[in-house]
């Protein structure tokens, strides 16, 4: 059963701090990771794909790394509106197996 | 731009079906693989199923294979999810979207979502 794993699972941080968030595949998905941003009550949004590549749009304060099984999402300069989970995604193959999220709250 | 538009949910017995819609517009409907993806109340994102552009391919989580049928209509630039004897479990908001490819790719642009919830 293949399994997507996110860490931390929620995490505080201040207004222009740096935070980075690991995601962790059961097995090798080369590059075919996703990372999304969901605001409370908001719709999810596309940040990266492609484990490094920003989306139209996104801030170049979010930036993906890693390949085969590990992962890792990185906002330099948090915002305000950066509080929101995030959620990493495999995409190579079905399942589209979503990790269970990381909370990201203000200190 | 694009935009999906869900429609359909609403509050359903256990055991009863419901078949969501998702309306597309602001791109070429044919060409884009679409899923279907439901957020439990307070949980976290669950894929559900998703179909090719051309209808050869639909897949579904393991949780939901039997019960749901993921279908489309690229005359009418609609998506639909078939659900079928309803479970508790099931009461989630459901969003539609598009995969950034014909055959599969990340999840680009989401609709808004509606809400099933199955209460007897």
């Known amino acids: 059963d293949f399994q997507m794993t996110q860490s931390p699972s929620s995490l505080s941080a201040s207004v222009g701090d740096s935070v980075t968030i690991t995601c962790r595949a059961s097995?090798?998905?080369?590059?075919?990771v996703a990372w999304y941003q969901q605001a409370a009550g908001k719709v999810p949004k596309l940040l990266i794909y492609e484990a490094s590549t920003l989306q139209l749009g996104v801030p170049s304060r979010f930036r993906g790394s890693g390949s085969g099984t590990n992962f890792s999402l990185t906002i330099s300069r948090l915002q305000p509106e950066d509080l929101a989970t995030y959620y990493c995604q495999k995409y190579d193959t079905d399942p589209w197996t979503f990790g269970p999220g990381t909370k990201v709250d203000m200190k | 731009q694009v935009q999906l538009v869900e429609s359909g949910g609403g509050v359903v017995q256990p055991g009863m079906s419901l078949r969501l819609s998702c309306a597309a517009s602001?791109?070429?409907?044919?060409?884009?693989?679409m899923h279907w993806v439901r957020q439990a109340p307070g949980k976290g994102l669950e894929y559900v199923a998703v179909?090719?552009?051309?209808?050869?391919?639909?897949y579904y989580a393991e949780s939901v294979k039997g019960r749901f049928t993921i279908s489309r209509d690229n005359s009418k630039n609609t998506l639909y999810l078939q659900i079928n004897n309803l479970r508790v479990e099931d009461t989630a908001v459901y969003y539609c979207?598009?995969?950034?490819?014909?055959?599969?790719?990340?999840?680009?642009?989401w609709g808004q979502g509606t809400l099933v919830t199955v209460s007897s």
């Open positions: 179909i090719t552009s051309d209808e050869t391919g639909s």
């Open positions: 097995q090798d998905i080369r590059h075919y």
């Open positions: 979207g598009r995969l950034g490819g014909s055959y599969w790719g990340a999840f680009d642009f």
């Open positions: 602001g791109f070429t409907f044919s060409y884009y693989a």
